[in-house]
């Protein structure tokens, strides 16, 4: 089996269909004729984190809120390194995606005043099972949007310091894509898989990120130099255990407590002030301390809810995570009649819940020109959630046309360089099998994430020493994925997404070496430096690949009304 070359061109390539990525594109059709390509490995009607639904949309301006704040939210959750001008221009729009989701079709909840149904401060209730058919059934209504469906995009093109399109292969058929492009807009998502995940074998993807999203947008700006931030706030879900199930849905819809075995609420006996609101993080690390000490196994307080309680929490997870109705359906026993016991997840490197991805200025453009981002591929700003990400593609899409308005055309490749590129990605059909197949692989860098870089088996904690440890197993494991054998497309692609993660794995060790204090609890826990020091780290932790070394950068933080660009 052999790929064999195909070019295609356009104005303004979208890497990833999901969230961002849809928005992006109708955002561009609705404002130009600019030639838009999307390259999507999945198919954009059910990939991404919305493959499944959501029930709610976390990020809202609510009557008594105001994007301002939103920002001191935000920026207090993620004790003060955020980019506060990123979270502050998202915050402006997000009630005006939410509108444009109404408009597509998307039934939001009602009240008898007509007014949307909150669920908190800044969130709202929805029936979003179908939110993302929606959302790529007005992509697919746009005539000047192509869609490239089971293509994964493997690297950008890039020439000087400048990105033009990128390299991708097919699913379906043995063609190698060279795609040249005035813009490239990544919205490919964040990086699961790297760590063991809760549950073993055949049930190892029930996780809480989308298992298909592996780091390939982050492993693309590595590799091409881009600078990236705070992939040390790493992101560790609270779940309903082992159906890793949102946990949101009850505490908030029911105001369920959090409570030990011995139906004691703890969560506030670890750090919370009086009268304030547990953070993600501190809620997290009271569950994984109260079980170390023995008073485990941790619960939403929920038997003696209502049946009228009950029934509203079965559709809700019916409406993006059916497994928790399921298995209450199937033990007969529901959440008025057993309290719902929880874990954590897993670490994930996210930008949209937590703060890592590329480094942009205020238009979405990341150090490389012509490269924007959006979504959970985009830094800095968290807790942006589904809404955040429609708005932060709105933002990459009316910079990119920008950009191309004043671009000179973009310069093709020689033949040699295409030809290339094409036999390095054929080299694994021809690869001999070796001790390690794709599945050890994968197990082994796991393994070793889990063991020495703060996973479940840790407590989430790390340390220099083990640290070490884990970056000299990754960079052996890098050495040994380019002997890995495909024997069909499939295989490629599964080779593809491990080299991947093992480069956002490389990155994520030095970030989380880098910063020497504990900022995040679990998310960033370091052993040797124990406390917060505001004094030294109340900075980000950026990066840019050189050579085959990461090197750390430092940057200041840039407040809300501050005009940020890259100095090139």
């Known amino acids: 089996m052999a790929l064999k070359p195909e070019i295609l061109k356009t104005d303004i390539l979208i890497v990833g269909g999901g969230t961002a990525g849809c928005f992006s594109a109708i955002t561009i059709a609705e404002n130009s004729k600019a030639k838009v390509l999307i390259a999507e490995k999945a198919h954009i009607k059910r990939s991404g984190c919305l493959a499944a639904g959501v029930n709610a949309l976390n990020a809202y301006i609510n009557p008594g809120e105001s994007p301002e704040s939103y920002v001191e939210y935000v920026k207090k959750d993620a004790e003060g390194i955020i980019r506060e001008d990123l979270v502050y221009s998202l915050a402006k729009k997000l009630n005006q995606v939410t509108q444009k989701l109404e408009e597509m079709g998307l039934p939001i909840l009602k009240d008898a005043k007509g007014d949307y149904v909150s669920r908190g401060k800044r969130s709202i209730k929805i029936n979003g099972e179908n939110i993302k058919p929606l959302l790529a059934q007005a992509v697919q209504a746009k005539k000047n949007v192509q869609i490239l469906n089971g293509v994964n995009i493997i690297d950008y093109i890039v020439q000087g310091q400048r990105v033009s399109g990128a390299y991708g292969f097919s699913l379906k058929k043995n063609l190698f894509y060279v795609i040249y492009a005035k813009a490239v807009i990544c919205t490919t998502g964040g990086a699961a898989g790297l760590y063991k995940p809760n549950n073993p074998g055949f049930s190892r993807h029930k996780m809480w990120y989308s298992p298909f999203n592996t780091g390939a947008g982050y492993a693309m700006g590595i590799r091409a130099g881009a600078e990236m931030t705070s992939l040390e706030m790493r992101f560790i879900a609270l779940r309903c255990k082992d159906t890793i199930a949102p946990t949101g849905t009850i505490a908030q819809g029911v105001r369920a407590r959090q409570i030990n075995s011995l139906g004691q609420e703890y969560v506030k006996q670890y750090g919370v002030q009086a009268g304030a609101e547990a953070s993600t993080p501190q809620r997290l690390y009271a ?125 093709m490749l020689e033949q040699s360089l295409i030809q290339a590129k094409v036999d390095a990605v054929n080299l694994y059909f021809r690869n001999e099998s070796g001790l390690y197949g794709l599945e050890e692989a994968e197990e082994a860098m796991q393994k070793v994430m889990d063991e020495y870089a703060g996973g479940i088996s840790v407590g989430y904690t790390v340390s220099r020493a083990k640290l070490q440890i884990a970056a000299q197993r990754i960079e052996e494991l890098l050495e040994i994925s380019k002997t890995l054998r495909a024997t069909d497309l499939h295989d490629l692609l599964t080779i593809h997404e491990i080299i991947d993660r093992l480069y956002v794995c490389k990155v994520l060790i030095a970030h989380l070496e880098a910063r020497k204090e504990t900022r995040w609890l679990c998310y960033q826990q370091n052993a040797d430096f124990p406390h917060k020091d505001d004094v030294h780290w109340r900075k980000y932790v950026n990066s840019r690949y050189e050579n085959g070394e990461v090197k750390i950068l430092l940057r200041e933080i840039v407040k809300r009304d501050e005009v940020y660009e890259h100095l090139y």
């Open 287 to 411: 569950t994984v301390l109260e079980n170390s000490e023995g008073r485990g196994p941790c619960y939403l307080q929920t038997r003696g809810i209502t049946e009228e309680q009950e029934q509203e929490l079965y559709k809700a997870y019916l409406n993006m995570a059916p497994a928790q109705t399921l298995k209450w359906v199937e033990q007969s026993r529901g959440p008025g009649s057993d309290n719902v016991e929880i874990e954590g997840t897993e670490p994930y490197v996210v930008g949209g819940h937590a703060a890592s991805g590329y480094w942009l200025n205020g238009q979405c453009m990341t150090t490389l020109q012509g490269l924007f981002a959006a979504g959970d591929a985009a830094g800095g700003s968290p807790k942006k959630y589904v809404t955040g990400c429609l708005a932060e593609g709105e933002i990459a899409a009316l910079a990119a046309l920008q950009y191309i308005g004043i671009d000179d055309g973009v310069v």
